[in-house]
């Protein structure tokens, strides 16, 4: 830097400076003029050296002010500089958190501070779009959990679901083919070009790029087609896509189905990933909804065949009052009756006895029910097949009275088989009358063991489960926190004695089904279903507020409930109004 006198920074210090140097300058030739008229010059110098000190006082000053201020004048111009330099990179940081940052025109003249500010620019931006693609994600899987848990059918969901999830990726094209009886790959929705197609497609394990995925149960990602490719192994259509991504939908080792979509567009990691978990979330949407068909169907099948028992045995019934209305007229219709007992044998299990309760005659089907011969029959007393134990047995002696007496019956006993294996058998019995009283009994049997014991290994299970129900419900009531599990839609599902009473009911059972948009303003309750929905993607979470002057710690976190097959939310919330006092007044 070159120098420059200090006094030409600013006009006062400039104008000082030259008066100085003016009074110094007339001061040292007024003095010295004076002297040497009185002395001499030459004279003046030999006998007082010293006034050459004085003759050179404003050289001395001029060199002062020329060489020595230009430090001060650098000192202030580099502390100006400093300040402009913390000044430019503020300015900057503040276009960075804003967004408005330009590499090309904020620059603060610093290489190395330029570089520093772009790389923050640029981690910056990063975490910003890290941020906003992982809400992206969140908020589609919530917005598609939605609708799968809206459906009660495989079809109307997967159109449903199709349409938007193409709209959502921004992307053309999408097929989904789901795994039939008849282990094929059956097109049960599509969406096209803004508009859905209806369209019959079958396709075989193996066959093109879906057949493929299908048997690898790999993801598949192609972004290089050919122009007549498509129609080959997607059948897509006849468009020509940039990107094909075909993801299969599996849950764990179970595969049901596969998920196609087309793009003009080339796909991001962070949209490839959220197309997985989609395709996870539908793979067990599609396996949740055929085990409750499978089920329901089985229900209506046990249901169809009871009612048709019920009916064969009220038919039967029926007809046995009817005989026993008409007995006098039975000896003319003999032959017609022997035609009847015969039908009545190849159908139905039956034996007869006698007055005495002794079996005189069986036919096959009833070997066959009881696993007996008819030696181990023949003469023996009906009773005494019986399980002693058994409340019907006790009370079988009276039961036989009112039978002789002429008054039909229909009872289920326990039997011991010849490896005294216990059956449950349901009798009915039907007195045949003459004019002396009744001398056969015809007796109908029902195997109903396998009935009886799915009905008690069920009472089992629902006492097991009752009893398992009200110790932990005892255990929760026993811990000094408040302790809920809520379904996915927001319903409490199990709450404890100190949660109900928050909500103003005397037991739990008040509160089970109920949601926070029963006690709670409308959109309060909604944002707080939203957080919930939030906590269930991300993880656990824990966080200290006020609720009506007491302070409140909650843990949050996702919990599966296995009943429902879904992801809950479990939580704890203990009251730390005390504790966080005490701690006030030890900081204080």
């Known amino acids: 830097m070159k120098p420059v006198l200090f006094i030409r920074q600013t006009p006062f210090l400039r104008v000082r400076m030259i008066i100085l140097t003016t009074l110094s300058a007339l001061f040292a030739i007024v003095f010295i003029a004076q002297l040497s008229q009185r002395y001499g010059w030459l004279s003046l110098h030999q006998e ?11 050289l001395c000053f001029i060199l002062y002010v020329y060489f020595i201020t230009p430090r001060g004048a650098q000192r202030h111009e580099s502390e100006q500089k400093h300040e ?5 990179i503020a300015q900057t940081i503040d276009k960075i958190k804003s967004g408005q940052y330009s590499r090309e025109h904020d620059q603060t003249g610093s290489d190395v501070i330029d570089a520093s500010l772009r790389n923050i620019y640029d981690k910056f931006r990063a975490d910003a779009d890290t941020e906003r693609n992982r809400n992206w994600s969140n908020e589609g899987l919530a917005q598609f959990r939605e609708i799968m848990g809206a459906h009660t059918s495989i079809k109307p969901m997967c159109e449903e679901l199709i349409g938007k999830l193409i709209r959502y990726l921004g992307a053309n094209q999408g097929g989904i083919f789901v795994e039939n009886q008849t282990q094929e790959l059956e097109m049960v929705a599509c969406y096209a070009y803004e508009r859905k197609k209806y369209l019959n497609k079958i396709i075989l394990p193996g066959e093109g ?9 790999q993801r598949i990602y192609i972004t290089k087609i050919p122009d007549n490719y498509i129609n080959i192994t997607s059948g897509l259509g006849s468009s020509n896509p940039k990107s094909i991504l075909i993801v299969p939908l599996k849950l764990k080792d179970e595969i049901v189905g596969v998920l196609e979509i087309a793009s003009f567009n080339p796909f991001p990691a962070y949209r490839l990933e959220f197309v997985d978990r989609v395709a996870e979330a539908l793979a067990q949407s599609i396996s949740s909804i055929r085990v409750s068909e499978e089920t329901k169907g089985l229900l209506d099948n046990a249901l169809q065949r009871e009612g048709e028992m019920k009916s064969q045995e009220e038919r039967m019934r029926q007809s046995m009052e ?4 008409t007995q006098e007229d039975m000896r003319k219709m003999n032959l017609e009756m022997e035609d009847l007992f015969k039908a009545i044998d190849t159908l139905t299990a039956t034996m007869e006895l006698n007055q005495a309760g002794e079996i005189t005659k069986v036919n096959e089907r009833l070997l066959q029910t009881l696993s007996f011969t008819a030696q181990d029959l023949y003469g023996k007393l009906l009773k005494n097949f019986f399980v002693a ?14 039978i002789v ?6 009872k289920v006993f326990q039997v011991l088989d010849p490896q005294k294996n216990i059956k449950w058998i349901r009798i009915g019995f039907y007195p045949l009358q003459s004019l002396s009283g009744t001398q056969r009994v015809i007796c109908f049997l029902t195997d109903i063991s396998e009935i009886k014991s799915k009905e008690l290994a069920l009472d089992a299970l629902n006492q097991n489960m009752e009893a398992f129900r009200k110790m932990l419900i005892r255990i929760l009531n026993e811990i000094p926190l408040k302790v809920f599990l809520k379904q996915y839609n927001g319903k409490f599902f199990v709450v404890n004695d100190a949660v109900s009473r928050f909500h103003g009911f005397d037991s739990p059972e008040g509160l089970i089904g109920k949601s926070d948009f029963d006690f709670y303003a409308h959109d309060d309750a909604k944002a707080w279903l939203e957080a919930e929905h939030q906590i269930i993607a991300s993880g656990r979470t824990e966080y200290i507020h006020e609720d009506n002057g007491r302070i409140l710690q909650t843990v949050k976190m996702p919990f599966f409930i296995d009943p429902l097959n879904e992801t809950g939310l479990l939580g704890f919330q203990a009251d730390v109004t005390e504790l966080e006092q005490l701690r006030k007044k030890s900081n204080s």
Not at 322 to 325: R, T
Not at 389 to 401: G, I, V, Y
Request: aromatic share 8%; with cysteine; hydrophobic share 40%.
């Open 405 to 410: 007496h002429g008054r039909p019956a229909e």
């Open 48 to 58: 007082l050296p010293l006034v050459i000190l004085i003759e050179l006082l404003p």
């Open 322 to 325: 009817e005989l026993y209305v």
């Open 209 to 217: 790029l879906l057949g493929q995925c299908f048997l690898e149960r």
């Open 389 to 402: 134990t058994d409340e019907n047995t006790k009370n079988f002696p009276s039961l036989w009275q009112d």
């Open 84 to 88: 402009q330099l913390i000044t430019d």
